[in-house]
């Protein structure tokens, strides 16, 4: 199917971009490899060049019962099934006009992508597929080293065209450069993915079901010693029904700052923490962002020479959270060699069993020193696994297919709100906003990388009863939580059917009798098996499944959470 293909090359002259078609011409010549179910492109230049993109145009058509999977940016990009009468949504609302864009875009790629805002066009990292009744045309990509691979369906051209990010790379004179390594599979859902990954040479995850405690959703960086020695105590009342207890942020003194720790609020530090969850028999979690350092860290204070700069030559923003952050350079010693350092002191000092790797997609935002945002971002992943060694990952806020194989368990989804319901700020902003809908959405479309790439973390669901206390309704802080008894149910059910990390911020301590026998049915349970799932309106999810030897079928609404499960 990719053997007949057009090819064409955008490359920097001055202050313009000129486009070059064809195989040959006086500034390159390719070399194909066509496989069975591949194609592998080679650029030769003849003379050095600075490319944006190359593109490689195939014919496919598309039937108009077709549904095209769009696989988001990064963890917390939007990511799903559309038609042809579907069109892809970038920046929304007042999130499109500045300054509300200089807010937005950071998080995603809406710097050097072009959503058109057009019906049946649509853009997808890494792979994609089309599903014609039971039946899917997958493509994908083999490796991002050489930059990110982008699929672009014109579902009304009949045609895909798959872009090759490789703005910030030199091509040398005489140097061979791997552009595509593209791969093909048609069959059932499950089919065509264990043969992608196969094909990709992805390993198996080397962990199972994860279940327990993150400390985030209830008191974001409200955290203490004693905050965090109540829940502990309070999740023993399940006994290993639990797995693992995880501190979030709000420990360190500044993000950046991470082995400076705050000592009216933890006076005992942080391995105290650690020993004690392991006397409960719980593996120990750790948040850090370790490419990230807040504007009044010391680290970004004392050392701006590891920061990322602009074309301005000034820090560049990676994270507008704690009030802005900038980004370390993962090519600059010093900063390299600090990283290590804090993973050496979290893992062997303080004894923890994991890290939670948090807004990883600021290290490739920018390409830099001859690499494009694919090759970074595979370099940023591997530098962290070895930083980690044979401890455990959990990423987030990542470009997806550098983190295949590379971490154990994987965040596909936005954050879920604290009220079921998005605010009206939704509108108003980006793919990648805080959002329960969103979340319950990529849970469900992104379900395949389960077991497959790595293991599934869908974010947390709520079992606690509604805290009316909060301070700022507007934003849902201080554990505020607006969810009826019918959305929070829906919410652990999906997370626990299409994913295999499951977690709580809830002090389960203050369970009443109800809510840990659920817990424990939910963390006990993978009975589960997802047949397919499909929007059948505008917000609303049809799922088929199987639980022991039945068939069901659950239909829920994702702005209201009204939901009914029939048998099949």
Known sequence: ??????????????????????????????????????????????????????????????????KVYVNGYQSWSTSREYTADDVQPGLMGLGKFAPVKNYCRIFGDYDFQDYSGKKGEFHSYSYTYVKRGEKLYLFGSLSERSGFTVFRHYMANDRISVQKDVEGVIFEAGQPYVLHSLYWQEGSYNDVFD???????????????????????????????????????GLSVIGDKADIFQIDDGYQTAVGDWLTVKEKKFPRGMKYLADKIHSYGYKAGLWLAPFNAQKSSKVAKEHPDWLIKNAEGKPEKGSIAWG??????LYHPE?????????????????????????LYSECHTPRNGKSRGTIMTEAMEFLRECAGDKIILGC?????????????????????????????????NQEIISTKSAMNNTIFRRHLDGRAFINDP????????????KDKLFLRSGYLQFTDEQKQLLAKINSMCANVLFVSDNVGGYGAEQRRALEKLFGEETKTVLDASYVGKDRISVTYIEGTDLYKLDFNTVTGENKTVKA
């Not at 802005?324 to 350079?329: F, K, N, Q, S, V």
């Not at 993973?343 to 948090?358: A, E, I, S, Y």
């Open 335 to 359: 900063a390299k060699e600090y990283i290590r350092e804090v993973f050496r002191c979290v893992f062997d000092d303080w004894g923890f069993d994991m890290v939670k790797l948090d807004f």
């Open 397 to 429: 806020g990542v470009p997806l297919f550098p983190a295949f194989g590379t971490v154990d368990f994987c965040r596909i989804s936005s954050d879920v709100g604290k009220s079921f319901k998005d605010p009206f700020y939704v509108k108003h902003s």
């Open 459 to 470: 974010d947390v669901f709520y079992l606690r009863a509604n805290d009316l206390s909060g």
């Open 1 to 66: 199917m990719l053997s007949e293909y057009n090819f064409a090359m955008e490359y920097k002259l001055g202050d313009s971009t000129v486009k070059f078609e064809g195989k040959s011409c006086d500034l390159y010549e390719i070399e194909e490899n066509v496989r069975p179910h591949g194609l592998e492109i080679t650029i030769i230049p003849k003379t050095s060049f600075a490319p944006v993109s190359a593109y490689v145009d195939f014919d496919f058509s598309y039937a108009l019962s077709d």
């Open 195 to 233: 043969k992608y990954f196969e094909a990709a040479h992805i390993p198996k995850p080397r962990f199972g079901r994860m279940k327990g405690y993150t400390s985030w959703y209830n008191y974001y960086g409200g955290i203490t010693e004693e905050i965090l020695s109540r829940d502990l105590e």
């Open 324 to 329: 802005g952050a900038y980004t370390l350079d």
